[in-house]
Each structure stands twice: as C-alpha cells, then as structure tokens.
Nanobody, 114 residues
Framework: VQLVESGGGLVQPGGSLRLSCLASGFTFSSYVMRWYRQAPGKEREWLAYISNAGVNTKYADSMKGRFTISRDNALNTVYLQMNSLKPEDTAVYYC????????WGQGTQVTVSS
C-alpha cells in the first residue's frame, strides 16, 4: 500500500489549494478515504471522509463550507479542495486508508501566510 500526497505549498490567506493523494497497492474503489492534518505541536486532526464510491462525505465542523473531499476511482486519487484558507490551516496534510491497519502518506505541507 502506498499513498502519495501532493499539491501543498505556500498560499496567502483567503487563497485556495487542491491537494491530491495517489493510492496504489490495494483496490482503491473498495475503501473509504480520509484526510487529516497535523500542525506543529498539535495532535493529528481528522478533516474529511469520503465513501468508497464517493457518494457520502463527512467533514469536521470547522471545515464545513471551506473544504471539499472528492475522489476519482479511475485514477486511484482522492482530493481535498481547500478554499478561504486561514493561517491556522497551516499544517502537514495526510491522506489515510484503513485497510488491515491504518496507512498514511508522507504528507504535504500547507503554509498559509502573507
């Protein structure tokens, strides 16, 4: 199992980024996917969930209306569209798959700063 995040970077407050997570080594379309983040000195925080077919999504309350999770099962990729970014969104963002255990990517750094 391999998860590879990309799309992070430096963005100004109010800006947008779209993160991608390319999955391999398992039947991607059979598993739910999640996004998490971890800010310096803080615990890893769950952000969003998407069902295996992409029909159902859930979000942490603080993300509703700003972040959108989606997936393309033909491309084995899950996305996180992030809008209206704030400095407090600065963190390393991880995708997650729970198969026989939790699998994590290496993370992608998002920095929101002027």
């Amino acid at each position: 199992v391999q998860l590879v995040e990309s799309g992070g970077g430096l963005v100004q407050p109010g800006g947008s980024l779209r993160l991608s997570c390319l999955a391999s080594g398992f039947t991607f379309s059979s598993y739910v996917m999640r996004w998490y983040r971890q800010a310096p000195g803080k615990e890893r925080e769950w952000l969003a969930y998407i069902s295996n077919a992409g029909v159902n999504t859930k979000y942490a309350d603080s993300m509703k209306g700003r972040f959108t999770i989606s997936r393309d099962n033909a491309l084995n990729t899950v996305y996180l569209q992030m809008n209206s970014l704030k400095p407090e969104d600065t963190a390393v963002y991880y995708c997650n798959a729970l198969i026989d255990r939790n699998y994590w990517g290496q993370g992608t750094q998002v920095t929101v700063s002027s």
